[in-house]
């Protein structure tokens, strides 16, 4: 989350965060819905920017095209089995129409993918809009309102520090 948008508090005495602090080793993937393209292309490239500026690598941050929203969560299941990943970003994009599809895609996506955060104990950042029109997505995907592959990441990559902090495997 970016740290413009959180609330402003001095550091308590004894307070843990991740916002700064060692990253673990290992890979960082990315899981992109190619659905929305345009959108999903501009929160990829905020999401690959941040994670490399943090020092992973190219070959430490895969990125994974699946067809659509719908699928995050089956493709970031199987990519958490690979021992080398330490956290994975889904990213995507849905946009109302004409019925209630995007509601229950909307749902089932966010609620599959905690669920995979809890289950293996690895940062799962969501970076799927939900969105009621294309000019909302685009004003999230790097215009007036930021880009959330951007804040995504960064979310990820507080939790890497702080799950580094908590388990001392610094």
Not at 82 to 88: H, K, P, S, T, Y
Not at 89 to 102: F, N, P, Q, R, Y
Not at 121 to 135: K, M
Request: glycine share 12%; hydrophobic share 40%; aromatic share 2%.
């Amino acid at each position: 989350m970016s740290t413009d948008k959180m609330p402003a508090s001095a550091a308590r005495e004894g307070e843990i965060t991740g916002i700064e602090g060692d990253l673990p080793e290992g890979k960082v993937v990315i899981v992109a819905s190619r659905y929305n393209g345009e959108i999903c292309d501009a929160l990829v490239d905020g999401a690959v920017k941040t994670i490399r500026d943090a020092g992973y690598p190219e070959h430490l941050t895969p990125i994974v095209r699946v067809p659509g929203a719908w699928e995050l969560p089956t493709v970031a299941r199987t990519v958490v089995d690979d021992d080398d990943v330490v956290a994975v970003i889904a990213l995507g994009c849905v946009i109302k129409g004409e019925t209630t599809h995007d509601e229950h895609i909307n749902r089932s996506v966010s609620s599959a993918l905690m669920d995979l955060g809890v289950e293996s104990g690895l940062p799962i950042g969501f970076g799927l809009l939900t969105c009621n029109t294309l000019d909302q997505a685009k004003a999230r995907a790097g215009g007036k309102v930021g880009n959330k592959g951007v804040e995504t990441a960064e979310a990820v990559l507080e939790l890497l520090r702080l799950n580094q902090k908590l388990t001392g495997d610094t």
